[in-house]
């Protein structure tokens, strides 16, 4: 247990996103599944908010939280891959890099994100979209079992066949039912990527946007592609005459034959001539490591986000109105959620825009405190302007705090049953310091 007092207590409190300036009472540093029920119902009887906290990633600093208990799951780190069943079981102090150097060694890949520093439990509960979602779906599609503290500080395992009304909400809806202390993933034969980004001129925005628009959805699902507006790092291996330049482009990952990925990719230098292409073969968590060294630890993080159907041209021309980054951090992704997400039915799992093509986050970015309010004012401004063009609610690991509205329009009507497993897992609301759903009366 770590204290104000202590020597630790400093650096043990610093979450990811260094705009968040909470100060827990106590911080439970747990070691093992008994630390973990211990201190839910240490929690409980002590009447303290509960803040869970696995890779201390999420955006709005929902894993800790002010004069209350942190239950902190860094420290539990181990690791299984099954190579045989292709399955991997993951503690949830694991961030996705831990589990990409594990599972690469036998030329196998979980579905994750595109970060190797984000955590394992927030990003998978959220739903989990990445590199390998158009071709395998999202990370929750992958979840095959996980092991749960409850409210009351019991153990149970949720799955198919297990507290199946549990493993449903798990499955996108948040930390909101209970403490993971395990996961079990479905891997798949992943080893070497044809990856890397793809820059045109910011001027060249609304030309590719309309053809990506058309293009992405009708593409093999071997061929994953995002979008983005950004600024050039003035870093290797960019050429110091792009240094600092503002750029649209494409964050490349295809897995499919190396012989046709040229083929993949020559649609998107005939539409604009690129500026820069650092697009090659790669072993796949150097892929998922790309952005580490760009965004570490303690920068300052204000994003906003929502899941889209279609990109229309009064939409894509809001994109270019706001395509010019405050800072040379911030930036807009599309993420594709196609494919094979769209293979699943919408009422399988909490997470419900398996209709949708696209999750989009607008995040501003910056070192400097002094800019934050010139940031988070034009994430704002950008959502405001494409928020009437999207499907109403978001990928929650893309949400600041936003209220209730928020969860319904994300939830929809996913939200009775989820009100309802709530209620029966966790009635008194225990799990709150989320982006909350509150049980059914």
Request: a negative charge; one cysteine or more; glycine letters at 10%.
């Amino acid at each position: 247990m770590i204290q104000p007092t202590d020597a630790d207590y400093e650096e043990a409190r610093t979450l990811f996103n260094a705009m968040i300036d909470k100060r827990p009472r106590l911080i439970a540093r747990c070691v093992d599944v008994a630390d973990v029920m211990a201190a839910v119902r240490f929690g409980r009887e002590q009447e303290l908010p509960i803040a869970i906290r696995g890779g201390g990633h999420n955006g709005p600093g929902l894993a800790s939280v002010d004069d209350g208990l942190v239950i902190d799951l860094s420290s539990m780190k181990g690791l299984r891959v099954d190579p045989d069943a292709r399955t991997v079981r993951v503690e949830p102090g694991c961030r996705w890099g831990d589990v990409d150097h594990a599972t690469h060694a036998f030329g196998l890949a979980a579905v994750s994100g595109i970060h190797s520093n984000t955590g394992v439990p927030g990003l998978t509960l959220g739903g989990g979209h990445g590199y390998l979602t158009r071709r395998h779906g999202l990370a929750i599609d992958n979840l095959l079992g996980a092991d749960v503290v409850l409210a009351d500080g019991r153990l149970v395992h949720a799955s198919e066949d297990a507290h199946p009304d549990l493993f449903w909400a798990l499955r996108g809806g948040g930390g909101n039912f209970g403490v993971v202390t395990s996961f079990e993933f479905r891997l798949h034969p992943v080893d070497t990527v044809i990856a890397g980004p793809l820059f045109w001129p910011i001027e060249a925005l609304e030309t590719t946007l309309r053809w990506y628009r058309d293009w992405l959805p009708q593409a093999p699902e071997e061929v994953y592609a995002f979008y983005l507006t950004a600024e050039v790092p003035s870093a290797p291996p960019f050429p110091p005459a792009l240094h600092g330049r503002k750029v649209c482009g494409l964050q490349w990952c295809f897995t499919g034959p190396e012989a046709d990925a040229e083929a993949a990719l020559q649609p998107a230098r005939e539409v604009a001539e690129p500026l820069f292409e650092g697009i090659g073969p790669m072993p796949y968590p150097a892929l998922q490591s790309m952005f580490d060294a760009l965004y570490p630890e303690g920068l300052q993080w204000y994003w906003k986000g929502d899941v889209v159907r279609a990109l229309s041209d009064a939409a894509i021309a809001e994109h270019r109105r706001f395509a010019e980054v405050p800072t040379s951090l911030s930036t807009m992704h599309l993420y594709p959620i196609d494919g094979a997400v769209h293979r699943v039915e919408e009422q399988a799992t909490a997470w419900r825009f398996r209709d949708a093509t696209w999750s989009m986050v607008i995040a501003g970015i910056d070192p400097d405190p002094a800019n934050h309010a010139r940031m988070q004012r034009w994430a704002r401004d950008y959502w405001e302007a494409l928020h009437g063009h999207s499907a109403g609610g978001a990928y929650v690991n893309f949400m600041m705090e936003e209220g209730q509205e928020r969860i319904r329009g994300t939830y929809g009507d996913n939200l009775p049953r989820l009100q309802r497993i709530k209620a029966q897992y966790d009635p008194e609301n225990l799990f709150r310091v989320n982006q909350n759903i509150a049980p059914a009366s």
